[in-house]
Nanobody, 128 residues
Framework: QVQLVESGGGLVQPGGSLRLSCAAS????????IAWFRQAPGKEREAVTC????????YYADSVKGRFTISRDNAKNTVYLQMNTLKPEDAAVYYC?????????????????????WGQGTQVTVSS
């Protein structure tokens, strides 16, 4: 089973940018669909974006379309989440998740229960 480690979180002002990384070990990420989820205090975990293993097609939540971009670097066995024009409502713990069997439907929904491997999360705070 793949092990995932997120990094890149931190404090950023509204309108700023962050790039999160999800580094994998134990398996190659190009065999997996990869998703980013987030969970804010008092809220349910929600899917932010997902990228497929086969054709690289993606899903984005409406709330992040045009601002966030998921990408994968198979040579580095890492998936990235570039987050631009951050808003206070983007503040949350961000998790990456992977699964070899999952297919990310471009229209969603993306269900967290379908992912078998998870990272520990990285905190994103958006505040002035």
């Amino acid at each position: 089973q793949v092990q995932l480690v997120e990094s890149g979180g931190g404090l950023v002002q509204p309108g700023g940018s962050l790039r999160l990384s999800c580094a994998a070990s134990g398996s190659t990420l190009d065999y997996h669909a990869i998703a980013w989820f987030r969970q804010a205090p008092g809220k349910e975990r929600e899917a932010v974006t997902c990228i497929n293993r086969s054709d690289g097609s993606t899903y984005y939540a409406d709330s992040v379309k045009g601002r966030f971009t998921i990408s994968r670097d198979n040579a580095k066995n890492t998936v990235y989440l570039q987050m631009n024009t951050l808003k206070p409502e983007d503040a949350a713990v961000y998790y990456c998740a992977a699964d070899t069997m999952y297919y990310c439907e471009p229209a969603g929904p993306i269900r967290d229960a379908d992912f078998g491997s998870w990272g520990q999360g990285t905190q994103v705070t958006v505040s002035s």
